[in-house]
C-alpha cells in the first residue's frame, strides 16, 4: 500500500518533482485504523473485528463483544469467502491465541503485487455481501420492538385495552409470607 505525504504548497515546487496524480483502479469505503504496530483494523462488520497483520501474513477475525454461535458464523463465513477466493491458504485456518478468534495466513506474492492490498479488496467485497443480511436483521428487530411497544388493534386481547392498577392478580407484589413459602401454614387452635 503507497501512501505519499506532500508537505507544503506543492504549486511552490518545482514541475519536475510534480507527478500526475494515479487513477485508482477500484475504490470501496472500510472503516480501516492503522495501529501503532502497523496492523490494518477493519470495523465496519456489526459482529466481528477483522485485523490484517502484514508483518505476519496473517488476517485475524475478532468477536466484537460475547462469543456466540452468530459470532462464530460470520467468521467462518469470511474465511470460507477469503479460501474460495484465494487469498489465504486453506490449510492455515485454525483458532487464534486470542479466545474467541480465528486467523488464516495469506501468501507473499513475487510479482510485485501487495497482498495487503488485496485482502482489503476481498474483505471489502465480503462486507458488501454481508451488508443485507445486516440490514434485514436489524430492521426485523427494530419491528419487533414497536409489535411488542405499540402492537396494533387487531392484536389486543377482547377486552380492548386494560388500564393499569396499582394491583392485580392473585399474588401480592412483595410475595408471601414466610410461612407460606413451603406450603406450610400456622394451625392455630
Partial sequence: MTIEVIVGNPA???????SAPKKPQVSLELNVRRTLAGELL???HSE?????????????????????????????????????????????????????SLEGTFPIL??????????????GRFMENELPYYEWESAYEDYNDEQLVDPPASETTPLG?????????????????????????????
Avoid: H
Wanted: net charge negative; proline share 9%; charged share 25%.
Fill in 48 to 100: 466481528i473485528d477483522i485485523v490484517i497483520i502484514p508483518a505476519s501474513n496473517k488476517i485475524l477475525a475478532l468477536s466484537k463483544d460475547s462469543m456466540s454461535d452468530s459470532v462464530y458464523e460470520a467468521q467462518s463465513r469470511l474465511f470460507d469467502y477469503l479460501r474460495d477466493k484465494g487469498i489465504i491458504y486453506p490449510d492455515s485456518i485454525q483458532g487464534g491465541n486470542v479466545y474467541a
Fill in 110 to 123: 513475487e510479482d510485485g503485487r501487495d497482498p495487503v492490498e488485496i485482502a482489503l479488496l476481498t474483505i
Fill in 161 to 189: 385495552q386494560v388500564p393499569e392498577e396499582p394491583r392485580k392478580g392473585s399474588i401480592p407484589p412483595a410475595g408471601y409470607p414466610g410461612r407460606y413459602v413451603y406450603g406450610v401454614a400456622e394451625n392455630k387452635t
Fill in 12 to 18: 511552490l515546487r518545482p514541475p519536475s518533482t510534480l
Fill in 42 to 44: 477493519i470495523r465496519d
